[in-house]
């Protein structure tokens, strides 16, 4: 059965047009799609699998990566149980529970039937079905351990059609600038699709052997696709260091440090530097290491930031940066008369309702999307005509989406100048020790890149 737009319902068509606009053109400054021309044709059973790096924030990302079709994802269980609400919108948009015993309860493991006939039976048709193997989401960029529950459900679909059709897994990844917040910038990177057809004899007598080799190469694959930092350990120092030398870093590579996909290249071979130099000479990494943690230690201290250090305007220009957003505050606060209602209803819900900061985005965009951004252009739309006239209301709503990205543009601006400020009221010797420091861990990472930064 091939799923095109005339199979696909009108009114999810329209329901995902309206949630891609708010994802792609409000939540997010830039998003990409990279290597979308390896998806398999429409009508080919296809299994994607990802990386899980951001709750709903990665299922909703392949969802409108993917047009021609309406997918089924397969995600953790737990996040139905947020509201009857929220259980509701998640399955309008092609979401299945998945029960984890640890999470979940050993009872509840008998309800993954359910969910995985349906979505064997979708996926044989030709259906397309999203997994996360990882089976919980990651708060960090590196790969966790798989469940070999995505091969169990590729191999027993195509038992299902008598192993007559050829079943495709296609590796992906989901990769952020930044995870919390709006205005960043989000990537979907695909791979390329494994045949599961070579694997369905070695499956009838040994299906466990099938399962881990077909694993191996889609695990294989996601890992070279994503920034994947497996030392966990100094996770938070080589954060720190890909997001200060690493700027340089891209740009020595020939790459634009302000683009996603060219700095996911960047940080992964800087990344695969630090490693190599690791093995060869460990003292001098802890050295790094420690040089950077140093330098975090004092920015954190200081209440700046990195590119205060790299490179900070003037006290007079900055003192003039303030002042051009202090004639712009009537402004801002226009624009939060609708963005402060759509962002602090939603962080407020959050913060009562989760623990999980991972969840903020999920949060976020869930009751923005659903609730609080129709609500806010419907009062807007009202007030709008009651005060002045029809017009004047349409186009005050046509314009809410340039008044929330202002409103936080500004408050981001508003941040980066008082940091500005800060670092310039600093006393001649800490500015001085602050540079040092910065040279002398640029010069040992310089050692280990070969780079002359």
């Known amino acids: 059965m091939r799923e095109n737009n005339t199979q696909i319902p009108f009114v999810y068509r329209v329901f995902k047009s309206y949630l891609r606009f708010l994802h792609n053109k409000i939540y997010y400054k830039k998003t990409y799609s990279i290597n979308s021309e390896n998806i398999p044709a429409d009508g080919t059973p296809l299994l994607i699998v990802s990386n899980h790096q951001n709750c709903l924030n990665d299922p909703l990302g392949i969802l409108f990566t993917i047009n021609d079709r309406k997918i089924n994802f397969i995600t953790r269980a737990d996040v139905f149980a947020i509201s009857p609400l929220a259980n509701k919108f998640f399955r309008s948009i092609g979401l299945l529970p998945a029960f984890r015993m640890n999470v979940d309860g050993e ?6 039937d359910e969910t995985f006939k349906m979505s064997e039976a979708a996926l044989i048709e030709g259906n397309t079905v999203v997994m996360f193997p990882e089976a919980g989401h990651q708060d960090k960029h590196w790969l966790g351990n798989f469940s070999f529950g995505y091969t169990k459900l590729a191999f027993e679909a195509a038992e299902m059609g008598g192993f007559e059709k050829e079943v495709f897994i296609l590796p992906s990844c989901n990769h952020y600038s930044h995870y919390f917040g709006i205005r960043n910038q989000f990537m979907v990177k695909f791979g390329t699709p494994i045949s599961l057809q070579p694997y369905y004899e070695l499956y009838k007598t040994k299906p466990r052997t099938a399962q881990r080799e077909v694993n191996k190469l889609v695990r294989e694959q996601i890992s070279n696709l994503m920034l994947n930092i497996t030392d966990v350990d100094n996770y938070e120092t080589i954060d720190f260091i890909r ?18 996909p060219e700095r ?16 060869e000479n460990e003292p001098q990494v802890t050295e790094v290491y420690s040089l950077a943690n140093e330098l975090k230690s004092a920015i954190e201290k200081y209440r700046i930031s990195f590119a205060n250090i790299q490179r900070t305007p003037s006290q007079l220009v900055s003192i003039l940066q303030m002042l051009g957003l202090l004639l712009l505050l009537p402004l801002w606060i226009t624009s939060m008369l609708s963005a402060g209602p759509i962002y602090g209803v939603a962080m407020a819900i959050f913060k009562k309702n989760s623990k999980d900061r991972m969840f903020e985005g999920t949060f976020l965009y869930a009751l923005s999307a659903l609730f609080m951004f129709p609500l806010v252009c419907l009062v807007t739309l009202i007030t709008g005509w009651c005060t002045v006239n029809l017009w004047y209301g349409i186009a ?35 500015k001085k020790n602050l540079q040092e420091l910065k040279s002398k861990l640029f010069a040992q990472l310089n050692k280990i890149t070969n780079k002359n930064i």
């Open 107 to 112: 009872e509840s493991l008998g309800k993954n």
């Open 243 to 260: 997001n200060s030398y690493g700027v340089e870093y891209a740009r020595i590579e020939h790459h634009n440090p302000n683009v996603l």
């Open 264 to 279: 996911l290249l960047s940080d992964q071979k800087l990344y695969a530097d630090l490693e190599t130099a690791k093995l």
């Open 396 to 430: 005050y709503v046509l314009i809410t989406p340039l008044l929330i990205i202002f409103a936080w543009n500004w408050k981001e601006a508003f941040k980066r100048v008082v940091k500005n400020l800060r670092y310039n009221s600093l006393q001649c010797n800490v």
